[in-house]
């Protein structure tokens, strides 16, 4: 694809799972990048292996950048990047940030107001689909923001996206609140398997066929597929860490106490994500929880 001119470089903050094949697709496609992450052997790697990237050894460095975008833990720590280590200083005026992290809209809502001293602009645009479509560039993209600045942030998102998966979901914040619901209905879709294969299992069933069977019905669902691929058999290898989705339910109980919503299900998820984050620590991987409630194992 072309390049618009006034795009030409962009700045990639964040260089993790996620990040790296973001920023790589960004590359492929032309735009020259300034990249950041706060391990600094990792974005001297990147700029290493990708000819014309530049490592940032301080926030001037994205100061030719008209568009940055940030793929980091949560929006405490894309303040700190933007405002604290001061990279909304150095862009220059009628810059774009695209907060592609999943953050809780009130971090989002308040960063955009940091970041209006400095003319700088903000969309959401949080992702799903994880590392193998981060890879591929066909991650589903849920964006919020103003309409001019949503269109200034097509080239970068069309990259790093699938158009036919690129969801407006309306002003600045939407996108981070529907990330946040999305992923507490796959959270709480977990839980309630993890409980039918235990009431299962204490019954009689065997753990392989129930979900065999529930893959052939009604409660098939991504999450009865991971229970097929990553729990029975072991594996555990989803590559999506159990701190972050604990961060994303517990975000989406946020966004629904500000919305005065009644519910129940959703509190439950958060307070079974909680027990599960303090028995298997940030670092496990999300289709562990199980394990934090209740002793005997799913796996076969």
Known sequence: MSVPEQQVTVGFVGLGNMGWPMARN????????????????????FAAEH??????????????????????PNGAIVRDAMLGWGIG????DGALLVEMSSSDPSDTLLLAAGLQ?????????????GVPRAVTGEL??????????????QPVLRV???????FRTGRLGSGHAMKALNNVIAAATTCVTAEALVVGKRFGL???????????????????GVFDSEVLTGRYGTGFALGLLAKDVHIAASVAAAAG????VIALTDERYAKALTGLGPAADQSMAHQAWWDEPLSQ
Do not use: C, W, Y
């Open 51 to 72: 000819p014309g990237a530049v490592a940032a050894a301080s926030p001037d460095a994205f100061a030719p950048a008209g568009l940055v975008v940030t793929m980091l």
């Open 117 to 129: 001293p400095f003319g700088v602009r903000m969309v959401d645009a949080p992702v799903s689909g």
């Open 89 to 92: 200083a150095a862009l220059r």
């Open 140 to 153: 589903a993209v849920m964006v919020g923001g103003a309409s001019a600045d949503v269109a200034a942030a």
């Open 206 to 224: 065997d753990p392989r066929t129930m979900i065999d069977i529930v893959n052939a019905s009604t409660g098939r669902s991504f999450v009865s």
């Open 26 to 45: 960004l590359h492929a496609a032309g735009f020259r990048l300034v990249v950041r992450d706060i391990e600094a052997a990792k974005q001297d790697r």
């Open 160 to 166: 790093l996206g699938d158009p036919a998966r690129q």
């Open 261 to 264: 919503a009644d519910v129940p």
